[in-house]
């Protein structure tokens, strides 16, 4: 499979896995992608998987909340101890009551009010992170690799 075919498969696999979730993605040619953005595929494969994967959390933060704040022990019904870090939260809660943090994190996870400060804190940790990697690609080129 040559770097075209593989840009076009890459493409694809994007189109299946997230074509109902953005409006118009299902209607791109991925054959009919012009030449340069081809060969900024081809010549930047980490970088491009990177940027998908940093742009797909940045409009879907829920996608890294839900699971890191499962894992943490918060559901939607109140702190789970019988999660692999459930413990935590229930301890916390036991020893200290409520304090700030645990207050946001639960509410976040019963899709409360501290939802959106959840998704934005990601959001702004995923704008950071991208504005990092592009520098560092810039300085020293695409030693990204898959």
């Known amino acids: 499979m040559n770097a075209t075919e593989q840009a076009i498969a890459l493409c694809e696999t994007v189109k299946d896995n997230f074509g109902d979730l953005i409006a118009g ?4 040619q991925c054959d009919a992608l012009p030449s340069h953005l081809m060969e900024y595929l081809k010549d930047n494969p ?9 742009l797909l959390v940045t409009f879907l933060p829920g996608v890294i909340a839900t ?12 702190p789970m101890a019988d999660q692999r ?10 020893i200290v009551g409520t304090p700030l943090p645990f207050r946001v994190l639960q ?14 804190v990601i959001q702004g940790a995923i704008v ?11 300085r020293g080129g695409n030693k990204t690799e898959v």
């Open 25 to 28: 993605l299902n209607d791109i």
């Open 67 to 78: 699971p890191a704040l499962l894992a943490l022990g918060f559901g939607p019904l109140g």
């Open 107 to 120: 509410s976040a996870a019963i899709g409360g009010w501290a939802l959106a400060v959840v998704n934005w």
């Open 46 to 54: 980490g970088t491009t998987a990177m940027e998908l994967a940093l």
């Open 128 to 138: 950071v992170s991208g504005g990092v990697m592009e520098m560092l690609t810039w």
């Open 85 to 94: 870090l459930g413990w935590l939260a229930a301890t916390v809660q036991s």
